[in-house]
Structure formats: C-alpha cells, structure tokens
C-alpha cells in the first residue's frame, strides 16, 4: 500500500495540486502559445513551494498560537484565488482544444490562439497574476517573522478501504442495556395515559444513540412489541417531521401529505391498540407543550407502550420521562482502552509481547479520551492498522489534547489532525450538510469530484474510484456512520460532534444559511429548501465573488418548492466562481438563462425535478462539467445539438424526461460513466447502438430504448454490453409495435448483459421466445427481474435457475398460454435435477395482464419457491387449476381478476400461514371456495372486493384468529353478517359500496375491545342510526352516503368520560334533508377531528362543543340552534376551521367574533350569497396564519383592517365578483398570495399602479403563474 505524507492542514492538498499543475507538461505546452507572463507563473510556483514547506508546522502552532491562526486562515483565502485563477487558465486551454478540434474539422486549419478577443483575457490574467505573487510573496516573508519552520512530514500507512465498520462492537453498557431494558419490559403502570417515557441522559459522544440502538434492536424487545418506530429529532425541532418521520416508520409507506392533523390522525389509526416502542433520538426542546403536541398523536396507546428520548439536557428529560432519568456514565479507562484497541487492531487482547509497549502507550492514550465512546472509536480508528511505536507515542503527546475549545473534543481534533491532507478538505467540505441529514455516499463524491479535491493524476484510479477510497477512508476512522436502516448501504452521517468538528475545521470556508452570519469570503454555501425561496433569503450572496457551491439541502422531497426568479437569473449568474450549482426540485423553473453558460468553472450542476423545457445553447460552453443531472425533468424534449463540446462530462443522467432522440455529438463524451438513457435512432437518423462501444466505463444505470430501430444484430453485437462490468440495472425497451422476426432475438441475444448486473428489465419485446443467457445460472447476482408487454412470446425463460433472485415481475405476456418446466430450469441431464430446487431465493413474483394465460404446471422434484413471501396474480381470465401447493413461507396472496382460477383449502396447503389476503373478482360459486376454510388462519390483514356472488361472511375470515384489518368492497350479494359477528381481534373494519349489507348484529358490538378504525363508504342501507359508544374503543368513525342514516347518539348507559372518539367523519346522503345529532357534544371528551356534511344539521341536545377539538369542517345549509350557541370561542386547541356553505354560519361568526384565537387557518368555502363580512371577526386571530375563500361567487371586497399582523397565507379561488384587495392594510407578515379564478382581480393586478401595491409580498400566486 502506498505510502501518504499526512499532518499538513488540508490547505496543503491545494497548494500541493497548483505546484503539480503549474509544472504540468500540458500546462507548460499551454503556456508557450499565449501572452502570458511565464516569469510570473515560475515565481508563483517557486513562492508555492515555499509556503507549502511550513503548513504542517502551522497547522500545530496555530492551535496556541492565534497569529499563526490569522496568518493560515488569510493565506487560504489567497490560495484559493490563486487556485480560481488557475482555473481560469485551465479553462482557456480546454476552451482551445475543443475549438482547435472543431476548426479542423471543418477546415483542417488550426485555430488561432491569439485571436484579439483573447488578447484583453492574457492581459488581464496576468495582471492578476502579479497581485497575487506579490501578496503571497509577503506571505512567505511573515513566515519567518512567525518562526515557522519546515518540517519533516509524518507517513502513514494507508488504512485498508473498507466498505463499512462494524458498529456492533459496544463496550461497558451491559449494565445500562439492563436497567433500560427492565424499564421497558415492566409490567407496573406505567401513567395514567397508558405510555411510559425512558430518558437517557449524557453529553454528547457518551453513547445515548448507541444504546438505544442495542435495546431497540433487542430480540426479547422485539418480541415484546408489537410495533417499534425511530425518529431523529434533533436541534431543529420539527413536529411534522418527527411525526411523518414514524408514521413512515411504523407504516413503511410514504407519506407525501404536509398537514399535520392528516399525519396525527394516521399515526394514531396506526398506533392504537398496540403495544409500541418509539424512540425519539436526540431531542432538544424543553417546552412542556411542545412536547405534549409531538407525543399527542400515541398518547393514548395500548398500556405497556413505551418511549425512549435520548437527550443532552437535563430539563428536556425532566419534562418527559416517567421512569427514572437514566444518566449515562463515562466509560472507565479500562472501557476505553478495550474500545479504542478493538478499533485500532481489531482486538482488546495483545498476542505477542512485542506490543506490551504499545499497549501501555495505547492505555494511556485512552486515558485522554475521557471516557467517552465516541473518543475512543474515532483514535482507534486513527491508530488502524498502525503498529509503529513512534506513530502511537506522537499521537500521545500531541499539543491537541491541550485544546481548549469547549465543543470541539480533542480525541475528535486529533483524529482530524492525522488525516491525510487530501481526506482533510473531503472531511471538511461535509460541514455544508447539517446535523443528522443524511448523506449519500455516491453524491458525496461527485460533489468532491466538482470541487477538485479528488486528484488522480498521480494514483491511476478514476476520480470515482478515488472518492470512494476516501469515503470509505471516513468510514473506518468512524468520521462518517452508516444509518442503522440503510439496508442498501447508500445511506450514511456523521455524529454530531464530528459535524462540530467539520464545521470548526473547515472555519469559514464552509457555512450553512441557518447558522446565522455568512463571511464574505465563504467558499461553500449550503440551504435548507423552503417551499417558497425568495430573493431576499439570498441577498447578502449577491455582492460576494468567491462562491464555489450553491447546494440546497432536501429535507421534505413531497412538496413542490418555487424559487426566485431573481435567484436564477440575476444572483447566481454572478458567481463566475460556482464549481457546484444544484436547482433541484425547484417547479417554477422552465428554462435557464443563456448567461448560465458563463459559468466556466461549473462542474456539477443539478436541475432534476424542475419543469424545464429545453436547456440554453450556451451551456455547452461548460467545458469543465462533469456532472449533469437532468433527472424527472419530464417537460424536457431535447439536448442541445453540440453537447459534444462538453468534453469533461462523466456522469449524465436523463432518466424520465420525455427526450426522444440524442444528438449525435454524444457519441464524442467517451469519458462517460453514467448515461442513464440511451435512445437508439432510425437508421441514418440519431445514435445507432453500436455507439455504445465508446463508451467502456459506463456503471450504475442504463436503459436502452427503441430497440426496435436496430436493422441490423451486428450493430447490438458491437455494443458490447458484456463487458460493462459496472452497470449495476438494465432496461431494454422496443418500441410499441415491435414485429416478431428472427432479428429481434438475435438483437436481444447479443445484447447479454455483464454477469454482474443486479436488476434486469424487458419490456416491448416482439420475439416469441428469449435467448439461453436470459436465466443463466451464471448471472449470479441478479436480484430483481421484470419481464414486461413482450406479447409475440409463447414460453417464459429459465428463470428458476437464477440463485440471488428475489424478485419477478411477468406481465402483459398476450400469447403466453402454459407455464411449464421450462419456467424453473433449462434443458439438463436425465437424473441431474433430483437435488436441484427452483427458485432458491425468490420473496415475491408477480403475474399481471396475462391474457391467454391457462395453465400452471408445478415442479416435479424437490419444492420450488422455498422462500417465496408474496404472490400476486392480477388480470388472468383464463388462468384455470390450481397455484403451487407448498409454500413454505408464504405471508401474502393477490388474486384479482382471475375469473377461472379453481382453489380450494385442501389444495393450499400454505393456506393457514397467510398474513395478507387481497381477492379481487371471483365471479362464481365455485371459486370462492377458497375462502372456506376449516381450520384456524393467521390472516391479519384482508381485503375482498368485486366477488358479485359471494352470499355469506366467508369462513376464512371468521377463523382467523388473528385478524386486524377487514375491507369489504363492493360485494352486491352479501346481505347480513353472521349471528357471531366478526372475529374481535378486528382493529379496523372499512365497508366500501355493499348497499345490501346489513350492518353488524347491535349485541356483538360491545365485543370489539380493539376496534378502533371504521369507515362505511355507500353501505348499509338499512342503517338509520348510529350509536358513538356503541364500539368500547373506536377512536376513528367515517360514514358516507349511507342512504338512511339520518342521525347519531350515545345510549344512556354511557358515563360522561366514555368516549374515546377522537376522530369523526359524516356526509349525509343527498335524500337526507336533515340529520340530528342526538347527543351532548361535550361527552366525547377525546375528540379532536369533526367533519359533518348534511343539507341540514341539528344538535337536538344543544351543542357545546368538546373542549379538546383541534379541526372542524362543517358543510350545510342550516343548523340548529343557531352558531352563537355552539361555543367556539372556548375551544382554545382549535387550529383549523372549514366552513362550507354556511352563509349564515360565517356571517355570524363574523359578526359576534366567536372565533377562537388560537385558530391557525379558515377555510371559507361555497358560500353562494355572501358579498362581504365584518372584518371584526378575523381582526383579534393572532394566531391565524391562513386564509381561503374559495367558491364565493359574490364576493365584492374584503373589508379594511379586516386581516390580522399574524397572517402568512391568502387564497383567493373562484371569487368571480372580487375586485379589490385592503391594499393599504395588508399586513407586513403576509408571505403568499394565491388569486385564480378572479378575473376582476387579476385585470387589477396587471396594472402598474395597482400592482406596485402588492409587490412587497414575496410570492404571488395569479391563475398558475408564480412570482417570487
């Protein structure tokens, strides 16, 4: 392993890169040829070298030294400008090739370098020139002043690369992962409100996360719960987040809705009645009521749930927790050491006696770190794989441990200080991320890549490679962490005092938009993404020169994010510095400037996601770019016809746009690595596939379309797929009328991929059968398989013999009839198949659309599909017989659409361990048979829809025992439920469109102790009332359209505390002219959500609404008694108000100004009469955020002084008579305006006069049209 100079501050990995450029043989062959000063740029480069011989002492002296420090940050800021200008000469070059290239081509004459235009450009560079030698001449001079002297560098043996670090080498917390343990495991109450709250607490590196992570992941805890949830937290204290963030958790979905109420509701449909664990890592905020709003969605839990908080702050676990606050200790010295050597060596145990003076200096070294894990881990990870004494004995008596600074550990600084120089500035750049965001590792490096910190010209490895070794380097040191639930191993973070540490090292340099003031020197700018960014969240940028990265950080991918366009096309075209420029996710954004090609030094440069539609000619002037990511641009149709200038790109990702041909110029970017897409022209039009070949390097991603253009098998022979051994996934798609021929398998034969692709995909294929490498056992890493609309094939390949396969997807296979033996093993010897089994590691196979298909032969011999968990079978009318029978592992079955499929229980023998069942279609008699089922199921989740001649409850779900989730949908025959109702284990029962189903016996109601969830959607027709109490522990109720339901009650027998509704959801059918509410509201005392739409309402028993409701939506016309009656004023938890065509309602809520304060947002709806209202009763909300009149077709005005100082958000839709806005009272803290479908308003609007006064509001909405 190659030997690295380490020590030197990452400063030196830059000068050391500018000395090796400036006497590169291509930058002196460059420099012959124009004006520049050659004199200077040896002065530049002797001065270089100079400075560069004292950097390692001044990176020690500078921690007790603070000139040192002045001296070293402001020689940085230089060298980088000398770097910039460096580049600026790089670029001129690059730009000379490309030009020199293209005049040949054309004329086959050189180009002239000294063309006039370019003279100014050698003057000016080497004006620049001459201030810069100048000032680093001084530079160097103050160096002796300061007494820095050259140093003979430390080397260091390279630790081996490595692709993670074990993370379960944990020491000393036996005895802690015991008392928490006893905690959680107990069976005493644990308080009145069913959840017992565990606190550990230790400053940070002590191991809080690490022990949480140990008895999170225990056996017996997993066993215990019956649900178990992780959520990060942090500084940022972010309900919404939190919440989504184990709502994804506990349902592993995700969840793309931002109201907060929605994920409550969800979170508790999802957690009720079941024992949980959830772990709220890392929490900050010590406000009582803010943490009762985060932990109010599972408060309510099944007695024995638990949560575990680790915290820094002892007032934060003094909230909390309800056991004892659980103090995490130090580490003993004896800990440490047995940490810090499993680390360094692998072992706590020395096996020779050469290392008994190693081990004592490494217990000393132990000693230092404090006791704290995180300490001892990052040492160990420095000391790897060193066995040299005087390297150990260094590290002991480093000045660093001396180190004052509070929030920087000297164990960590340390670590940082032995790094090498060009891992020191790839640390120090991660500081632009924030604390607990994720990283991904395959960014990451192009990011290092774009700002030139991975130079390989002197260790013949791609930069790719390069920046892999380096975070892999991270790794192991315990600098980067992968996350506990990356099972793909993509995902990594740092801790947060190693964040600490990037962020004190990288000084300012680097600097994140939240963390306050930004220098004017910054190099590296990073933000969170708002929905809305507005200009002046960026104006202190606009007089800054230096900026190499403009990168926003993605915390919520769901929502749709706008940016100003004074952003885009005033500020950043600016930055002629920008290596690094991302746009992502931005939907306001159709086009670029054509001054984007301006940015020269652009290496990496992100506008995925956004709705642009073509890209400026100008940017092929980038000849520096690396990385284009023009990703889910779906509105994209072109790329620029000489994209070929870009002779730099290494990485072009184009995957979901709508291009549909690629330049031919393409074909010269043969430093390609990713090229996501790739779309084969008609013959003499566009690329022909053989082009592929010039590309060898290709990895990660490919898909191949319009395949159906290939004329000719030879041109797919010269592709050479097979030797691109990097391409991880493989699409090849046809075109939609692909014709059968002999051709088309030959093409696809000779398009066999390398053996180590991972996931294949065919779609459009027009051959009747696939070649012999398709299901090769030699592919032996393939895991995911999809075979799709290839509708000429009669016969499916050998797809059984494919070890590592996981997945299968077949469908739209038209002509396909039988799957037979062909399907699980290719043609082998008489007598050799006896011990083979198909299928070895198959989860989950997928059948859909097969039209034709009739037959499934099973496999003779030993059981196919031993692992398989899931089978779906959708849309196969002719399928007929029977599905395998022994399914050892089976969990979930889909069967729709499948009209002759014949099962019975005595046939699948599987039956009795399915978890999930959804069927779907089964039109006769006969096929329901496979419901009937004797003996006791394990089915806990199933759906059955469609099944027009199923008369009766089938036995299926009647025995299973362990039954949570039943949806009926759409079942016209079935008519009652048994006499026994439905198994009480039932937590949620959804009946969709069965308006013949009589509802559920009254007598078995109060059996249903876990009900908690039910919905009745076009049902039960019969039904004409329904009793609140009725089911002991419902918590949501949501009945639509029941034809005769014209009223709710509570029965007499219920004590004023019974309810534990929490959410109700009821639209009256349309031939209900009124629906009574035949109950005091105030008893259900949990309720939060209320939704009610009727033609007419009436509380027959008055209303006094329930104290603890935080959302009311109410749609009629009528109500009874009148508004002023129902209390609103008193409800001071209500946050959001929807009325909908309550003219009457509204006006007097107005009038009288009953609304509550605590209101966050109004949403007035369908109120056909209303011209306009007393602006009194918004006046004193000064808490609303938002309001939305929608639907107000004769709304003239908004009163004066009508809107309050709180007010963010004004949705103006469809108020066809609204002409005028309180202009002169629009409060200061308005930040959105929505007009659409407003036609006076918007003809207001487009002129001046009227315009100017609403322009202080940064984002204006008018009939889909932004500015911001």
């Known amino acids: 392993m190659a030997a690295t100079m380490i020590g030197g501050a990452f400063l030196s990995a830059t000068v050391q890169t500018l000395v090796e450029k400036l006497a590169s043989t291509e930058f002196r062959d460059y420099i012959k040829n124009t004006k520049l000063n050659v004199s200077l740029l040896r002065q530049l480069q002797a001065t270089m070298l100079n400075l560069q011989a004292v950097l390692d002492d001044a990176e020690e002296k500078q921690i007790s030294n603070p000139h040192v420090k002045q001296w070293l940050d402001n020689l940085k800021d230089v060298v980088f400008d000398a770097e910039d200008l460096l580049n600026e000469i790089s670029y001129d070059s690059l730009r000379c090739k490309v030009e020199n290239a293209k005049a040949q081509n054309k004329t086959n004459q050189v180009w002239n370098f000294l063309s006039s235009p370019f003279n100014s450009f050698y003057k000016e560079i080497n004006s620049q020139m001459k201030i810069m030698c100048d000032s680093l001449q001084l530079y160097a001079q103050n160096k002796d002043i300061l007494g820095l002297q050259t140093k003979s560098a430390r080397v260091s043996r390279r630790t081996p690369s490595s692709s993670g670090v074990n993370e379960s080498v944990v020491v000393g917390r036996k005895g802690d992962k015991e008392t928490i343990m006893n905690m959680l495991l107990s069976q005493r109450d644990t308080t009145h409100n069913n959840i017992g709250v565990v606190a550990i607490l230790g400053m940070g590196g002590l191991g809080k996360t690490t022990l949480a992570q140990l008895v999170y992941n225990d056996e017996e805890v997993q066993q215990h719960f019956d649900m178990r949830a992780w959520a990060c937290v942090s500084e940022d204290f972010d309900i919404l987040r939190v919440t989504k963030s184990l709502l994804e958790s506990v349902t592993s979905i995700t969840w793309d809705s931002n109201n907060l109420d929605v994920l409550r509701v969800a979170l508790k449909k999802n957690s009720r009645e079941k024992r949980f664990l959830f772990v709220l890592d890392d929490l900050w905020n010590d406000n009582y009521n803010d943490w009762g709003e985060l932990v109010s969605p599972f408060i309510d839990g099944k007695p024995g749930s638990m949560v575990i908080i680790t915290t820094r702050q002892q007032k934060v676990a003094e909230v909390a927790h309800t056991f004892p606050i659980h103090k995490l200790d130090l580490l003993s010295n004896e800990d440490c050491w047995s940490l810090l050597s499993k680390h360094a060596l692998g072992s706590d145990e020395f096996h020779h006696s050469s290392n008994t003076a190693l081990e004592e200096i490494g217990r000393k070294i132990a000693r230092k770190c404090g006791g704290l894990p995180i300490a001892a881990k990052t040492i160990g990870g420095l000391l790897r794989s060193k066995v040299d004494i005087s390297e150990w004995t260094s590290i002991l008596n480093s000045d660093i441990w001396n180190l004052s600074n509070d929030n920087i550990l000297p164990a960590l600084h340390l670590s940082y200080q032995y790094l090498p120089s060009h891992l020191k500035r790839c640390f120090a750049y991660c ?570 016996p009254p007598e078995t109601w109060s059996n249903y102790t876990s009900l908690v969830s039910l919905q009745l959607w076009w049902s039960c027709d019969t039904l004409t009332s329904f009793p609140l109490d009725g089911f002991p522990a419902l918590q949501t109720l949501t009945i639509l359209d029941c034809r005769s339901l014209d009223s709710i009650y509570i029965s007499e027998r219920s004590s004023p505390l019974s309810s534990s509704l929490e959410s109700l959801i009821i639209e009256s059918h349309d031939s209900i002219e009124l629906f009574e509410v035949k109950l005091k509201m105030d008893m259900l005392t949990a309720l939060e959500m209320l939704n009610l739409k009727c033609a007419e309402l009436s509380f027959c028993e008055g209303v006094c609404l329930p104290p603890k409701l935080q959302s009311i939506a109410i749609s009629t016309q009528k109500t009874a008694p009148p508004v002023t009656e129902w209390g609103h004023q008193y409800l001071t938890a209500l946050s959001y108000l929807r009325i909908d065509k309550g003219d009457d309602i509204f006006n007097t809520l107005m009038k009288e100004s009953l609304l509550p304060i605590s209101l966050v947002s109004l949403n007035i709806r369908d109120l056909s009469e209303m011209k306009s209202f007393d602006g009194n009763g918004l006046r004193h909300l000064s808490s609303l955020q938002y309001l939305d009149f929608s639907f107000c077709p004769q709304l003239e005005s908004l009163p004066e002084n009508c809107l309050p100082s709180s007010l963010k958000s004004l949705i103006l839709f469809q108020c066809e008579k609204l002409e005028s806005l309180p202009e002169d009272s629009l409060p200061d803290s308005l930040e959105r305006l929505n007009i659409w479908g407003c036609p006076l308003l918007e003809e207001r609007y487009k002129r001046k006069e009227h315009c100017s006064k609403i322009a202080h509001i940064p984002v204006i909405w008018i009939n889909h049209q932004v500015r911001i």
């Open 431 to 1000: 500081s632009i991320f924030p604390k607990d965001c994720p990283l991904d590792r395959k960014e990451l490096v192009l990011l290092w890549m774009a700002e030139g910190f991975l130079d390989c010209s002197q260790r013949g490895k791609k930069m790719e490679e390069l920046g892999d070794d380096c975070f892999a380097e991270l790794l192991s040191r315990s600098l980067i962490q992968q996350l506990s639930d990356d099972d793909r191993g993509e995902k990594f973070v740092m801790h947060d005092l190693v964040n600490d540490l990037a962020t004190f090292v990288s000084g300012k340099s680097c600097c994140r938009l939240e963390c306050g003031d930004i220098p004017e020197n910054v190099r590296h700018f990073s933000y969170n993404q708002e929905n809305y960014d507005i200009f002046m969240k960026f104006e202190k940028l606009h007089n800054f020169k230096c900026l190499r990265s403009f990168l926003f950080i993605c915390l919520m991918t769901w929502r749709d994010n706008y940016l100003s366009f004074k952003v885009v096309n005033d500020l950043l075209p600016s930055q002629k510095r920008l290596r690094v420029l991302s746009l992502s996710r931005y939907k306001n954004i159709i086009k670029l400037p054509d001054s984007i090609g301006n940015l020269v030094q652009l290496r990496y440069l992100d506008i995925s996601f956004t709705r642009i539609k073509s890209l400026p000619d100008t940017i092929c002037n980038l000849y520096n770019l690396q990385t284009l990511n023009l990703s889910r641009c779906n509105s994209l149709t072109e790329l620029p016809v000489h994209i070929g200038n870009l002779v730099g790109l290494r990485h072009l990702d184009i995957s979901g746009t709508n291009i549909n041909e690629l330049p031919v110029e393409i074909g010269g970017l043969e430093n390609l690595q990713t090229l996501t897409l790739f779309l084969v022209g008609k013959r003499h039009i566009g690329l022909s596939i053989k082009e592929l070949r010039k590309f060898p390097n290709l990895q990660g991603k490919l898909t191949i379309k319009n395949l159906d253009n290939v004329v000719d098998a030879r041109d797919a022979h010269d592709a050479n797929l097979k030797s691109k051994e990097q391409i991880e996934e493989l699409e090849l798609i046809w075109g939609k009328h692909s014709e059968d021929s002999q051709e088309v398998k030959v093409v696809l034969d000779m398009l066999q991929p390398p053996i180590n692709l991972k996931v294949l995909k065919i779609d459009l294929y027009g051959g009747t059968s696939f070649p012999s490498w398709l299901g090769s056992s030699s592919f032996y890493n393939i895991v995911s398989l999809s075979i799709s609309n290839c509708e000429n094939c009669v016969t499916l390949p050998s797809l059984g013999q494919l070890p590592s396969l996981k997945d299968v997807e077949i469908r739209g296979m038209e002509m396909l009839e039988t799957i037979g033996p062909e399907f699980y093993y290719a043609q082998i010897e008489e007598g050799s198949n006896s011990s083979f089994q198909p299928f070895p590691s198959l989860e989950r196979i997928k059948f859909d659309n097969m039209l034709n298909w009739n037959e499934w032969i099973p496999f003779e011999g030993i059981n196919a599909f031993p692992q398989l968990k899931a089978i779906e079978l959708r849309n196969c009318p002719e399928l007929r017989g029977y599905l395998p029978t022994n399914l050892p592992s089976i969990e979930k079955i889909v069967i729709s659409g499948c009209s002759h499929l014949l099962e019975t229980p005595s046939t699948l023998h599987w039956l009795s361990s399915i978890k999930k069942m959804n069927i779907n279609g089964l039109g006769e008699s006969s096929q329901l048979s496979l419901l009937e089922s004797d003996s006791p199921c394990m089915m806990q989740d199933v759906v059955i829809e469609k099944c027009v001649k199923l008369l009766v409850v089938p036995k299926l779900i009647l025995r299973s025992t362990c039954l949570t989730h039943l949806r009926l949908d759409s079942l016209s025959s079935l008519t009652a439920f048994p006499s026994s109702g439905l198994p009480t284990s039932l937590q949620s029962l959804h009946i969709r469109s069965c308006e013949n189903l009589s509802f559920l």
